[in-house]
DNA sequence: CTGAAAGCGCTAACAG
DNA sequence: CTGTTAGCGCTTTCAG
């Protein structure tokens, strides 16, 4: 029924080592038979069964991708970034969404070593060193994108969380704001963490109070934004401007906002860290722009670099974003009821 | 290094059959092994390798989940859904992400074939029997999502577009709209033809005019709703009401509305096929409301049967969207430049 | 440059 | 109930 290699062998009139040298384009292989090889394939249609060359060769050509919430955009142009770059190696993308859960990580981080991925491109869903650990320790490559794992060597590729939370927070201050709260992801995921640190240190910075009821951490999903701005805001907003951590807080906040009829940016001044894509009728706000193909792209090529057996001590690159304002907005929001 | 079955026999002291056995909840065991077996793999955290055990067994725990765009927040639902039941299955998902990209599609069928998963959910990514039924010729079940393949006898779990449809757009009618334009995605998926057929059914039965002209269709992404939303409003709107195909054309269409600077519903009234979760002060629309989550728990479901050996004849399960609208909104849009 | 033969680590068939 | 044996389909020595 289906077709193994050694039909294909049969059918061209040599060995089924010779196919396979073919078939991974080995050196040493008359050009006559190489073609005859590529005929016996084409004839009998035939697709070499991965799991048995993987057993054989103890690696796949597969890699995995442990992200934490495909419902973020930011992720969504990562994983694309990482599938262009697999495409180009002739290698497939084994994608796990982890939901922010440590044990689901866990099991997949398992699962991909059970299955002898060739590497892993990783988003931490919490400090936890020991999760990737096992990979490295079974020798498989492990790259970080977007978040890290603190205190635990490894290729990491982020942006500027500090350096831009820090920009952001600086412009609001440059404005006039005194009160500026946050609503950010939880602060053992690095990117909460570090951005928290930029909002701080712009805010001592500038000799203003530092208040920590003025912070709020939640995951980093819409529900939490909702409910955590809505904490900030009511029953009187205690701020006069708010910063968002990640994209799905922002647009939390944003419902928040706008169903206790306040306005942006009369009443509240927003800067949020992402930006959002394809939101309607954004108001004037200020936001970071991550380079989230860029992360991508480079991830996934250190990841192959790893792969290709390269030794060199453990990369950690940053990619800057941007810090960007919606100057204008067609859209004028008349929500106070009077 | 790594710790084998048989490392695991010998620290358990008894042969690597047994061992097996145990792990794979095979009957016909003592106790006593059961306990022996079970504290040895834990001693040396033994974690069977998964490319072996597919080999040799011909099936692996993981299933496919092919689908067009994981921007799509509805197959984000339909993922999770799966994921949850696969997880208790005790299987996992490889998530495959075509971007509506044929090729692509047929790339990772052809790679989850040769991976010997256990079996697959697809939402085709066009109208091709061929790429699925290599996966059937090698008796790898696969059951469709969403969207079907026509004149492909499979097993499906879709919602009621056609009817869904039709009761959003004769809603518009008896608001007393007679000019209805639409903008749904490619007419050779099987959700933008179905859910055409609603719409054009609504107004014949209505006895209105059908006008090709006011149907414009594209690739169910925003940049698509966008650019034709502004087809059917520029340099003057040719229409009262607009039936929108998809949630990321429905984004689209908001964003292409708001910048003409037109109001919701007074200058044009809206319906949509999708809801749209998250996105700050909709205007008062109406729309499907389709059963994502209901949807891919009944196809993984389905699935998991075939996976057991069911031979009963296709099944083709529908589950009813729910018409739904928005009818009081804290916002009020003044868009238009006086 | 090519073929024969030996496994990769596991499970299924067959004895016992 | 348990162990021994024989492969799953491929790649990789090792000869030639």
């Known amino acids: 029924m289906t077709v193994l290699i050694k039909d294909v062998a049969e059918h061209a009139g040599v060995s089924s080592a010779t196919v396979s040298r073919v078939l991974s384009n080995k050196p040493h292989v008359r050009d006559e038979l190489k073609e005859r090889v590529h005929k016996a394939v084409a004839d009998l249609s035939y697709e070499p069964n991965r799991v048995a060359r993987s057993l054989r060769s103890q690696r796949s050509t597969v890699i995995g991708l442990v992200i934490s919430d ?14 262009d770059v697999a495409f180009e190696k002739g290698y497939a993308v084994f994608l796990c969404n982890t939901d922010e859960n440590p044990e689901k990580e866990l099991f997949y981080l398992n699962l991909l070593k059970a299955e002898k991925v060739a590497g892993v491109i990783i988003s931490p869903a919490r400090e936890n060193a020991s999760n990737s650990s096992s990979l490295t320790n079974a020798n498989i490559p492990v790259v970080a994108v977007d978040r890290r794992i603190p205190n635990f060597e490894m290729d990491t590729v982020l942006t500027n969380n500090t350096e831009a939370s820090y920009q952001l927070i600086s412009q609001l201050i440059a404005k006039g704001h005194k009160r500026i709260g946050a609503v950010l992801s939880d602060l053992s995921i690095t990117t909460g963490r570090e951005r928290f640190e930029g909002y701080k240190q712009a805010i001592l910075d500038a000799g203003l109070d530092f208040s920590e009821n003025l912070v709020l951490s939640g995951l980093p999903i819409a529900e939490d934004g909702y409910r955590l ?11 006069t401007a708010l910063f968002t951590g990640n994209e799905l807080i922002t647009l939390g906040a ?23 894509d394809w939101i309607p009728f954004l108001p004037k706000m200020s936001f970071a722009e991550q380079p989230s193909y860029e992360l991508g792209k480079q991830a996934a090529q250190l990841l192959f670099e790893r792969i290709s057996g390269s030794n060199k001590e453990p990369q950690n690159i940053i990619i800057p974003s941007k810090i960007q304002s919606i100057t204008e907005t067609k859209i004028k929001m008349v929500a106070k009821t009077p």
Request: no cysteine.
């Open 70 to 83: 495909i419902r973020n955009s930011f992720y969504n142009t990562v994983v694309r970034a990482i599938e």
């Open 229 to 239: 701005s809505l904490d900030l805001l009511e029953p009187k907003p205690l701020i």
């Open 254 to 276: 944003l419902k928040a906002i706008y169903e206790l009829g306040l306005n942006i940016p009369e009443d509240i001044e927003l800067a949020s860290f992402d930006k959002l």
